[in-house]
């Protein structure tokens, strides 16, 4: 019998703008306890399809469910109250808060439970609001950040911003993780830290998503990766699948725009 896993899963997605099809009817298939990379070249849809899966888009056609239960129709909140986080391409982080409470802004996002009382004067308050903090320090200690927790983002270089946005995407303990370009801006031992911490986030439980245009730290964490081109897959298989299926090598790892 079949382990059953939660995967969040994507069937005939079909996204146009204006008549112009961005993505055309996928299927798609992320599991849990595995590290799921989806690479392609600019404009290939990756980021569309993430908006899809987080209900920022509504596709036209298709369906996308998570441990089995539909999606279809949930806005963005709802998803992410059932943990389904995304971090964002472009760092967003509000510049007049320091980095931990940037980070407890995660908390709160992704529904903590009794986080609405952290703004009570009462002591469940004051406890909502400790516990909160402590979550917040947690995830910026797991990446590394425990020392630039009280600085604000303008103090802080574009790789470590790129860091915080992830600790923030973490802190609730999400089940589904989309990373969109984890690594962009980041320095090569940034990115090696960054490697190193997504593999120690991996879970049974946790799905795991990187689009990313770092070839080195999609083929050395990633399970299993999806080519996108144009809206359509070209490949799906192992790091070392995708390596030598000849379709990717021309349309992606051959071409010089990465
Ligand atoms: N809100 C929108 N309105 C119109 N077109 C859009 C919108 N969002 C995305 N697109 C178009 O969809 C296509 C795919 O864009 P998307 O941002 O998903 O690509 P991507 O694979 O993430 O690219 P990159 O690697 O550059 O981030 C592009 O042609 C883009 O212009
Ligand atoms: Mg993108």
Redesign the pocket.
Known sequence: MDVVTNALKGEGIALS?GGIE?LKGLDVEFRAGEITGLI?P???????LFNCLTGAYAPQKGTITYAGQSLDGLPPAARASRGIVRSF?HVALSPDLTVLENVMIGVARNHHAGWQHVFLPTRRGREEMARMRADAEQALAELGLAGAADKLPAELPPGMLRLVEIARAIVGRPQVLLLDEPAAGLNNAETRDLMRSLKSLCSPDLVMVVVEHDMDLVMSICDRIYVLNFGAFVACGTPQQVRQDEDVVRIYLGSDDD
């Open positions: 703008f961005v392609g600019n404009g290939a849809g990756k980021t569309s391409q």
